[in-house]
C-alpha cells in the first residue's frame, strides 16, 4: 500500500467516524429531548433553605442571641417540641391514663381532681413535697396513695408533671 492509498482510506475511516458521530449525537438529541435549565432562582433559594444551619449566634450587637431557631424549622419543631408545650400535655396525658383512677372522683381517700378545699392544705406543704409523695407514695390520714400511682412504667418526671397539672387545676 502506498502513502497515498493508505492517506485515502484513512481519511475515508476518519470521515465515516465522523459522520456516525453525528448521527448518534442526533438520535441522543431525540431520545432524550432538550437537557433542562439546571438550576434556576427559585432551586438556588429552595437549596439554599434547605441546608441553612438552624441554629445562629450573635455576638457583639444588640440582637438577641439565638441559639436554635426553632419555631422557623418544622423539622426541628418536630425532633425539639417546644419547652412550653410538652409538659403540659405530658401531665394531663398521665392524669387521664392513671390518676385519674382515684382522684377523678375523689375515691379511696384521695383528693378530688379541681377540689380545692381538698388540696389547699396539701399545696400549703409545697410543690416538691407533694412530687416526692406521689413519686415514693404514702400512707395519709385519708387513705394510701401507691407509689407512682401504682403505675410503675411512669418515669418520676411523668408523675411530677402529673402532679403539676392536678395542683394546677385545683387552687
Ligand atoms: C389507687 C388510688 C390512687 C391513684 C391511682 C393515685 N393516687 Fe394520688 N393519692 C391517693 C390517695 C388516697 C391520696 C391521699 C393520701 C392521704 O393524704 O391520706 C393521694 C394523694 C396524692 C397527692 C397529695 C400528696 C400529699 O402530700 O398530700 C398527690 C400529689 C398525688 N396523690 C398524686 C398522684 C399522681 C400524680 C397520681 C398518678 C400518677 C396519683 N396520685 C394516682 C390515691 C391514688
Known amino acids: 500500500m502506498t502513502d497515498r492509498a493508505f492517506f485515502k482510506s484513512f481519511a475515508g475511516l476518519i470521515g465515516a467516524l465522523v459522520a456516525l458521530t453525528v448521527v448518534i449525537f442526533i438520535i441522543a438529541q431525540m431520545v432524550g429531548g432538550k437537557p433542562s435549565k439546571v438550576e434556576t432562582t427559585a432551586d438556588a433559594k429552595a437549596v439554599a433553605e434547605r441546608i441553612k444551619p438552624v441554629g445562629e449566634v450573635t455576638v457583639g450587637t444588640a440582637e438577641p442571641v439565638r441559639a436554635v431557631e426553632v419555631s422557623s424549622n418544622p423539622v426541628m419543631e418536630a425532633i425539639i417540641p417546644s419547652a412550653q408545650a410538652a409538659p403540659a400535655d405530658k401531665g394531663k396525658t398521665v392524669y ?33 413535697t407533694l412530687h416526692q409523695q406521689a413519686i415514693k407514695g404514702f400512707q395519709g390520714k385519708t387513705g394510701m396513695m401507691p407509689p407512682k400511682g401504682g403505675n410503675m412504667s411512669l418515669s418520676d418526671a411523668d408523675v411530677m408533671a402529673a402532679v403539676d397539672y392536678m395542683v394546677g387545676h385545683s387552687k
Open 96 to 128: 387521664e391514663g392513671t390518676c385519674v383512677a382515684c382522684h377523678g372522683g375523689g375515691i379511696a381517700g384521695a383528693p378530688k381532681f379541681g377540689d380545692k378545699a381538698a388540696w389547699a392544705p396539701r399545696i400549703a406543704l409545697g410543690i416538691k
